[in-house]
């Protein structure tokens, strides 16, 4: 049941996702000869594929990669600690696990099925361990495999989010 769940919200959300990549494919920059490089450390196939687009003003900074569309948020309400720098690496991380799990669908696949198998598993099994839904999301999100690997590569740090 919960392979066909996500599987089902994987494909659903391609055609979103193909969107938003279109958008940062047409209005984003090309990485610098620097972050090619970095990219390659962090086991990016293709970086002169990448395209990258800043949105909005102030310090803290959050992202999303959008397959080879990485954009990168800017905000002034939240204390935010990371660089843009950092940050672009952590993205850059999600951009070689869509080259190696094989695509959009594939990535969103693999990443739903780590987030709903916690969100699953915790309030399946009924025995007091959910935290509430959008907390047990949250906690299925940091405890992705696929986030920890973002993480521990770019040395980006766990959000801060009130449980
Ligand atoms: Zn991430």
């Given amino acids: 049941m919960k392979k066909i769940v996500v599987k089902g919200l994987a494909w659903v959300s391609v055609p979103f996702l193909w969107i938003g990549e279109t958008a940062v494919l047409l209005f984003g920059r090309k990485l610098t000869e620097e972050e090619c ?9 293709s970086p002169e594929k990448v395209r990258v687009l800043c949105l909005g003003r102030g310090n803290a900074v959050g992202g999303v990669t959008l397959h080879r569309g990485i954009a990168l948020f800017r905000r002034r309400d939240i204390g935010g600690d990371h660089t843009l720098d950092a940050y672009l690496k952590h993205e850059l991380v999600h951009v070689g696990q869509y080259e190696r799990l094989g695509g959009r669908a594939a990535f969103l696949q693999e990443y739903y ?8 598993q915790v309030r ?17 999100y940091i405890n992705a495999p696929l986030e920890i690997e973002a993480r521990k590569l770019s040395g980006t740090r766990i959000p801060r989010y009130d449980c």
């Fill in 37 to 45: 490089k970095t990219a390659k450390r962090l086991r990016v196939k």
């Fill in 113 to 120: 099925d780590q987030i709903f198998g916690y969100v699953w």
């Fill in 124 to 140: 399946g099994e009924g025995k007091g361990r959910s935290h509430g839904l959008s907390c047990d999301f949250f906690l299925g």
